[in-house]
């Protein structure tokens, strides 16, 4: 099969952060195994593109080593976790100048009031509003144009199905309508993208029972040493029951996390341990045992490759060679379509 009539699944995501376990069980984890061919039908039909949004991290800090420390530890992670950069186009952002290029092309042709009307900017405008504050206050004109942005990462690439978080669906119907809106004026250069939610996905709780969210500083890392991953679980919210008392594992973040690590056997010997009345400290080392398994062998990996950074450098430039075999021909097309190419041809 040539690489055109497979399809593009391409997503990106943010370097703002460390990743933890909710990233692992609800992106990572479901992201790898759908790039592993071989393993996997669709796989075998399937062009990856997944990339650092690096640019996109200054949305939301601009706070450098921040922004350098998390992509070291996202490239390291999914490196770590089995994502193979031969057969998944793996590259950061800003390795990729023809994303900024189109971004500004495709800004100067995208409406104002499309971008008024996103989630993101709304959310921002909302809570000045809340704190009687001006209405643009701490709105930079990056969160509010942010929505092209990301139209130029997908359509820059002819990128097809974007998996993304629920949030984030409104952007990509934003980079069909900022597609189209090109197409007409300039002709057909890019293919529509449509979101990829999958259902199945686990939204993990944290520590304190709602969604794992570096928002609600309620995170476990996905790999801090085995003494502290211990200490995390042990902070995991539960009630006063006593051992012996028997214990709701639907209610319970402990059950709800194990549940994500386990096989159907585990979860069900689980559940009937919990109406037992297993103790938490129990449940907690049992929980943390399972953890560890799986986190054990990819967690040296990940130590190799944060000790090795020049490896994680030349793997992210191979990845933007390839990326760029894509989008320098297409930014090539888009420039000559839009009136800006050589005097003499
Ligand atoms: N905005 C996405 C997020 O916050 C990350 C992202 C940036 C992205 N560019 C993208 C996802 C392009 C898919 C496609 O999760």
Known sequence: MTSQSKQRVLTGITTTGTPHLGNYVGAIRPAIKASTPDNNETANDTDSFLFLADYHAMIKSHDPEKIHQSSKEIAATWLALGLDPEKVTFYRQSDVPEIMELSWVLTCSTAKGLMNRAHAYKAAVQDNDSAGADADYAVTMGLFSYPILMAADILIFNGQKIPVGRDQIQHVEMARDIAQRFNHRYGEHFVMPEALIDENVAVLQGLDGRKMSKSYNNTIPLFETEKKLKKSINKIKTNLLEPGEPKDPETSTVFQIWQAFSTVEQTA??????????????????????????????????????????????????????????????????????????MAS
């Open 269 to 342: 010997d689980m559940r009937s341990q919990f109406e037992q009345g297993i103790a938490w400290g129990e449940a907690k080392k049992c929980l943390f045992n399972l953890i560890n398994q799986e986190l054990a062998e990819p967690r040296e990996r990940y130590l190799e490759f944060m000790a090795n950074t020049p490896a994680l450098e030349k793997i992210l430039q191979q990845g933007a060679e390839k990326a760029r075999d894509v989008s320098a021909p297409m930014m090539a097309s888009v420039r000559k379509a839009i009136g800006i190419r050589p």
